[in-house]
Antibody, heavy 117, light 108 residues
């Protein structure tokens, strides 16, 4: 079965940094494009970043560009999101989601990031 | 930026049909995907490419897309269908992947 498991969330002060991880199993991780999608408390879904299987293509939403960095280590079946300069509005559940052609076919259970002093 | 607009909520009796719309400029020219999200859970893909269903999704879930509106239809509504539903498209190389505002489906 396809599985994606996120970790690394927690409480961080404004301006701080955090690194999220997502480990995939049950599919060809290195061949799959993976994304980060977040959901603020009580709000809708917001796509924030995409990385292709070989890391050659990367996209960011304007809301995180210049502050967040997506990366992956296919040898470890792992995806990362380095988040710097965190703001209160970055408080959300962060999901990693595998991408098929244009849609997200499998999602992790999410990890909560809270930015607060 | 590309915006997808959904009605905030829909309430339908069990056994009836729920219709959820997703409005966007010329959305009929794009492939639309739909997700179901129950409280405290991750989203689940229920329809992709306008009207195809992933394996394991009941035939009660169907989709269509034309003009400026895409539609997710849930027939023979069950209590377990109560959830938030989001549409999503690829909006090009400036907006990338865009989600709709979400519709809460309540089963009366």
């Amino acid at each position: 079965d396809v599985q994606l498991v996120e970790s690394g969330g927690g409480l961080v002060q404004p301006g701080g940094s955090l690194r999220l991880s997502c480990v995939g199993s049950g599919f060809s991780f290195s061949s799959s494009s993976i994304n980060w999608v977040r959901q603020a408390p009580g709000k809708g879904l917001e796509w924030i970043s995409y990385i292709s299987g070989g890391s050659s293509t990367i996209y960011y939403a304007d809301s995180v560009k210049g502050r967040f960095t997506i990366s992956r280590d296919n040898a470890k079946n792992s995806l990362y999101l380095q988040m710097n300069g965190l703001r209160a509005e970055d408080t959300a559940v962060y999901y990693c989601a595998r991408m098929e052609v244009g849609y997200f076919d499998f999602w992790g259970q999410g990890t909560l990031v809270t930015v607060s002093s | 930026s590309y915006v997808l607009t959904q009605s905030p909520s829909v309430s339908v009796a069990p056994g009836q049909t729920a219709t959820i719309t997703c409005g966007g400029n010329n959305i009929g020219s794009k492939s639309v995907h739909w997700y179901q999200q129950k409280p405290g859970q991750a989203p689940v893909l229920v329809v992709y490419d306008d009207g195809d269903r992933p394996s394991g999704i009941p035939e009660r879930f169907s989709g269509s897309n034309s003009g400026n509106t895409a539609t997710l239809t849930i027939s023979r509504l069950e209590a377990g269908d109560e959830a938030d539903y989001y549409c999503q498209v690829w909006a090009g190389y400036s907006d990338y992947y865009v989600f709709g505002t979400g519709t809460k489906v309540s089963v009366l």
